[in-house]
C-alpha cells in the first residue's frame, strides 16, 4: 500500500524534516504509485539535503533514463509515421 506509505513518510518527515532518507523512500513510494513528479522532487530535496546521498543519485539517474528513452521512442515513431518531415 503506497499510499499508506507516503502518509507515513509525510508524518516522520514532519518530526524529521531533514532526514534524507526519509525523502528518498517517500519518493520510490511515490514512484511505485505512479506519481513520478513527486518522486523527482523527494529525490531533489534528499539531495539538497544531503548531495552525495547514493540511493537518491541512483533513482535520479534511472528517472533520467526513462525520460530520455521514452523521448527517443516517441520521436522515432514521429519519424516513422512521417518521414518525410525535417527533424
Not at 69 to 81: C, G, K, N, P, Q
Request: aromatic share 8%.
Amino acid at each position: 500500500n503506497y499510499a499508506g506509505a507516503v502518509q507515513a513518510f509525510d508524518s516522520a518527515l514532519h518530526y524529521m524534516p531533514n532526514d534524507a532518507d526519509l525523502y528518498v523512500n517517500r519518493g520510490i513510494a511515490h514512484q511505485n504509485n505512479n506519481q513520478h513528479k513527486l518522486a523527482l522532487d523527494d529525490f531533489r530535496r534528499a539531495l539538497k539535503i544531503n548531495p552525495s546521498h547514493s540511493i537518491a543519485k541512483s533513482n535520479m539517474r534511472a528517472f533520467n533514463k526513462s525520460i530520455d528513452s521514452a523521448e527517443t521512442a516517441s520521436l522515432d515513431s514521429l519519424i516513422a509515421t512521417a518521414p518525410q518531415l525535417p527533424y
